[in-house]
Structure formats: C-alpha cells, structure tokens
C-alpha cells in the first residue's frame, strides 16, 4: 500500500511583537478534535504547491500564492498498525498571504505564539518536527506510530541542504 500524498502549511505572521502561526481545530475526518496544520491530500494531476494553495484557501479563507511558499520538507507518518493512514507529506511555510482566517466546515483556525504551541491538543508527533520547521530548519522527517495510533515510537530526521 502506497502512502497517502498530502502537504501542509504553516502560515507564520508577526503580531505585537510576537511570531504566531496559524493551526486549526480538526472539526471532522481523520484528527478530528485535534489542532493541526492547515493542509489536506494532493489532488491528481496537483503539485503539492498547487494543493496546498487550494487547502489553504478551503480550510482557512486565505490566499496563497506559489511563488510565497517557503519549501520547510517533508515528513514520513507510518503507522504500523494502520497502514492506510500511512502519510508522505509536503511541509511549507509562508508569511505572505491575503486575507483572514475564518472558520470552515473542516477547520476552525487560531493563530497562537510559535513559543506557545498547544502540544496537548495536537498529535503527540507534532512536537518532533513542528518547532525545527518554525525555526527555519529544512529536513525529511520520519515519524513511526505506536500501535495506539497515538504515540511516537520512533522518530528521525535527515537535514536538507539548500
């Protein structure tokens, strides 16, 4: 089974004196109650810059543009207990943007201090990766689950030159 391609973006802004980026509260689908990354699976025929354009705009009402995404790398999910879950996802950052973010049928976003993210209500992998894509560093990641589909069993990280 081939792992499903999707990608994320994290829109990073500052405010008062404060970098922010901004994540969602999951309403439906897979990760629902959770707070995660704006982003979603590439279309066919898609890049993963054309896709995550689209997801931005669908989920939070902002306007991206190509040329503004900043290519932070990818992650690996792999869940051994549920191969289908199985992600290859494209991970960007981008400060220029249009627009505010409002709620969808699928997201509700909230930007919070990039010191502060909500690791409780995000997956338990999100504190391996999150903070060293905010901080500017490139890579590929690997994330492997428990068989709780919960919890980090392994994670690893190779560095992407520029």
């Not at 306007?63 to 960007?92: K, S």
């Amino acid at each position: 089974m081939t792992a499903a391609a999707v990608t994320l973006c994290f829109l990073l802004r500052t405010s008062h004196g404060m970098e922010q980026v901004l994540l969602g509260l999951k309403k439906t689908g897979f990760g629902v109650g959770k707070v995660v990354g704006i982003g979603g699976h590439v279309e066919p025929g898609e890049t993963t810059a054309q896709a995550i354009c689209r997801e931005v705009d669908e989920e939070s009402g902002i306007t991206v543009l190509e040329p503004d995404l900043i290519p932070a790398g990818t992650v690996r999910f792999v869940f051994p207990a549920r191969p289908e879950w199985d992600m290859d996802t494209t991970v960007y950052l981008c400060r220029l943007f249009a627009g505010e973010a409002g709620e969808s049928d699928e997201i509700a976003p909230h930007w919070y201090p990039v010191s502060q993210l909500p690791e409780e209500l995000m997956w338990a992998d999100a504190i391996h990766w999150l903070p060293a894509f905010l901080a500017g560093e490139r890579a590929d990641w690997r994330i492997e689950m428990n068989p709780d589909n919960q919890t980090v069993a392994s994670s690893s990280r190779t560095p992407v030159d520029d």
